[in-house]
């Protein structure tokens, strides 16, 4: 009977070791913070259409004052077309979109400095 109780004495020993090794190499998962998302700058198509824009609407807003012409940026040929648009880099909307905002800030700069200037 001691061998009995002896033998199943270690096998107990012997499986609650295993359970208790078991759990410690259990990998532990920590919550973490997703990456913040990426940030993008203005495509190419926008930083185009403002430069092209701004530049555009200062001139032709220096332009009007020299001219004495009213102050009316929605009624100039430039504003109206758009120029400078190339399909490759992204929608037409998105260009005259963009074009148009620069122009009307460019025109008032160019306007509003030459008023000054006399």
């Not at 700058?41 to 332009?63: K, L, M, S, T």
């Not at 037409?92 to 000054?116: C, H, I, K, M, Q």
């Amino acid at each position: 009977m001691s061998l009995i109780r002896t033998a199943t004495t270690v096998s107990l020993a012997l499986a609650a070791m295993l359970a208790l090794t078991g759990c410690a190499s259990q990998p532990r998962y920590v919550a973490v913070a997703p990456p913040p998302p990426p940030t993008y700058g203005p495509g190419p198509i926008v930083q185009i259409a403002q430069q092209n824009g701004f530049r555009d609407g200062q001139h032709d807003g220096a332009r009007d004052l020299v001219q004495r012409a009213a102050y009316r940026p929605q009624y100039d040929r430039r504003y109206a077309t758009t120029p400078g648009y190339d399909g490759r880099l992204g929608p037409y909307p998105v260009y005259r979109d963009t074009y148009r905002n620069a122009y009307l800030r460019g025109y008032n700069s160019g306007f509003r400095r030459a008023e000054g200037a006399y």
